[in-house]
């Protein structure tokens, strides 16, 4: 389990740079995945969101364009922190704070969805982490989990195994002067569960109608649960 003093000294250390190699390690898909979240939410205008681990705010930021208010909660104040600028011009409905997402500063059962992109990997308690997503959200509002999937098999997953475990580490530490940070991402990835044991998580918590899309040939899926409807 990632002990959260390091998670947050590592995204403390690469927060400036981490946006560039988002966009550069992933060649942009990374916005793709984000919008598609959006998208498969359904969030209308003046939903509620709450975005877990929102870092730097890309995933706030799309739902506020979708017409959504967001509130954007990080425990690591230098990458929250570069939040609110990214925000200002856009006339975007977001709030953001620098708190744990294992006790999100909102009331039981206010948000419509609550949605964690790249973040519920590093918590160190996962299954805490989606207990307390699903006491936020609504009864019958939707817990949105955007993650990295175990590398996929066959051939395209050599591939994708090569460049993940050996190409981004080294691009990744030369652009961020941080070499562990990128090495850390594919060790949590290789031991991250398969989508359908994450599934199994997600009820485990507490929801229900749980289903996932797995997103270019497999390297990252979109899992969705909702609170049931009449629960306390
Ligand atoms: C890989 S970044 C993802 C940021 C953003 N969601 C995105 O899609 O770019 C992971 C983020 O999770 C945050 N994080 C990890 N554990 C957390 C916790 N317990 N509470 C709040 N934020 C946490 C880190 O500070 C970091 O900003």
Not at 99 to 111: E, F, H, K, N, T
Request: hydrophobic share 45%; net charge positive.
């Amino acid at each position: 389990m990632p002990d959260p003093r390091e998670v947050r000294s590592m995204f403390a250390r690469i927060a400036g740079r981490y946006d560039l190699l988002n966009r550069v390690l992933s060649a942009g898909i990374d916005r793709r995945w984000r919008r598609r979240a959006v998208r498969r939410s359904g969030v209308g205008r003046g939903a509620l969101v709450v975005d877990a681990c929102c870092g730097t705010g890309d995933l706030s930021l799309e739902f506020a364009a979708a017409g959504a208010r967001v509130v954007g909660v990080d425990f690591t104040r230098e990458m929250v922190g570069l939040a609110p600028p990214k925000a200002r011009g856009r006339r975007a409905a977001t709030l953001f704070a620098h708190a744990d997402a294992l006790r999100l500063p909102v009331r039981s059962g206010c948000a419509d969805v609550v949605s964690v992109a790249f973040g519920v990997r590093n918590l160190a308690d996962a299954h805490a982490g989606l207990r307390e997503f699903v006491r936020v959200v609504r009864p019958g509002g939707m817990v949105l989990v955007l993650e990295f999937s175990p590398p996929p098999r066959g051939w395209f997953g050599r591939l994708y195994s090569f460049y993940f475990q050996r190409v981004l580490p080294k691009v990744g530490g030369w652009i961020s002067g941080d070499a562990e940070a990128y090495r850390y991402l594919p060790r949590t990835v290789s031991a991250w569960p398969e989508p359908q044991e994450f599934r199994r998580w997600m009820e485990r918590a507490g929801l229900e109608h749980c289903g996932h899309e797995s997103l270019s040939f497999g390297i990252a899926a979109l899992h969705w649960g909702r609170r049931p409807v009449g629960s306390q």
